[in-house]
């Protein structure tokens, strides 16, 4: 038997059939092995064959040492979610499972090539006002070595640069073709603590907008909710701090008025990387739009139809981090050699470690950061040259 030192094949079984999305039965088909055999190994009635465990591993595409290799040691009743509160409790099970390997495999990677941890800062109080979250997302901004009252050029790079593991998940199905039926689902995280891994998984939407707000809103939970578990309303402080993190206090209140219109708010979207509906909260959180004028505003976006297609299109960020670390460690074709090594699918390390775009090599977040006044520089230019922010044609 497994003493508490080893990884257990059955539940090991488990975590495979819910990363894949498979029901007993679905693997039964893929392997002609019994639905009872499956079931009594997950629950540890009886000992699995080795040689089962190779027909389940060819016939899923999984290295036979992932059946063997420690789970994550992410407890997943301590993970955020962003997600609708309609999303499919069974989609979230499999994103649990797909989370928890990826945040085991981020843990090996960046253990192995000692890439350093994140220095973010915490709350630990019990009660969290508004200027405690203001004040906090300022720290962070800090932590993250980023100007304190200008617009993040590219939010991605910023976290990787900082220690702070950045994956897209997109879910393989038993064929090994790539879904994602995650439209309800937008971001998940975890920090273990200080001088420990921390990871934002992300699921890629069609506005860079959108996934700019997630990745804020995660780190929100990573610096508000880590020594904070039991927060009443975690979501609408990870919001407030998302908020605060993209666009900061002092530039919120200059520039989002109550007498800014629609258009001069699509103006604001190009140059922070925010949507206009995020906007309008960001200007009701400072005190500076009503409720009334915040209504007015929101029937003035549904007329226009801008409530599900806004105008200003705000380019996607590529992650790059994990596939820099991939590619240092195992080579520049890193998926096939690194999946045995790692005990994981090599289609999952694609997806969490994608081959980053070719112009977004030149930004390796693994190369020293310049120092100084070429940051402020480099900050400047990015603004004024989009830096990530693009306008609709």
């Known amino acids: 038997m497994p003493t508490a030192l080893e990884a257990s094949p059955g539940e090991r079984l488990r975590t495979l059939r819910a990363l894949l999305g498979l029901t007993g039965a679905d693997l ?3 392997t002609n092995i019994s639905q ?3 079931s009594q190994v997950e629950t540890g009635a009886r000992e699995p064959a080795e040689d089962r465990l190779r027909v389940i591993a060819e016939a899923t595409d999984t290295p036979m040492s992932f059946f063997h290799a420690q789970p994550s040691s992410v407890p997943l009743d301590s993970l955020r979610f962003r997600k609708m509160a309609t999303a499919s409790r069974t989609v979230t099970r499999r994103i649990s499972a797909f989370y928890g390997e990826s945040f085991r495999v981020t843990e090996e990677i960046t253990s192995q090539a000692s890439y350093p941890a994140p220095p973010l800062p915490f709350a630990t109080t019990a009660e969290l006002t508004a200027d405690d979250i203001e ?15 200008k617009p993040i050029p590219h939010m991605t790079r910023a976290l990787e640069r900082a220690g702070v593991a950045v994956a897209p998940i997109v879910l393989p199905d038993p064929t090994g073709d790539s879904v994602s039926p995650t439209n309800k689902h937008f971001g998940v995280s975890y920090w273990a ?3 420990e891994t921390a990871l934002i998984a992300y699921f890629p939407g069609m506005q860079g907008d959108r996934d ?16 904070r578990p039991r927060a009443e309303d975690p979501e609408g402080e990870a919001n407030r701090f998302a908020g605060a993190f993209l666009v900061p206090y002092e530039r919120a209140r200059e520039e989002i008025t109550d007498r800014l219109t629609l258009e001069g ?6 140059v922070w990387g925010v949507s206009i509906q ?14 009334s004028r915040k209504r007015s505003l929101y029937v003035q976006l549904t007329q226009r139809g801008w409530r599900k297609e806004e105008p200003v299109s705000v380019g996607q960020e590529a992650p790059l981090l994990l596939w820099s670390l991939l590619e240092r460690l195992y080579g520049d074709k890193p998926y096939l050699p690194a999946s045995e090594q790692l005990a994981i699918q090599a289609t999952v390390l694609r997806s969490i470690a994608p081959k980053p775009p070719t112009q977004a090599r030149g930004s390796d977040p693994t190369k020293p950061r310049p120092q100084g006044k070429v940051i402020a520089f480099q900050q400047r230019a990015a603004v004024r040259t989009g830096g990530g922010l693009r306008s609709a044609q």
């Open 212 to 227: 700019r707000f997630t990745l804020a809103h995660e780190l929100g939970h990573l610096v508000l909710h880590t020594f």
């Open 193 to 195: 603590g200080i001088g």
């Open 28 to 30: 039964h088909r893929l």
């Open 265 to 270: 708010f699509a103006r604001r979207k190009q």
């Open 135 to 149: 004040d906090l997302a300022a720290q962070t901004r800090v932590a993250l070595r980023l100007a304190p009252d």
């Open 278 to 291: 995020a906007l309008i909260l960001r200007g009701a959180s400072v005190g500076n739009i009503g409720e």
């Open 36 to 38: 009872s055999w499956i």
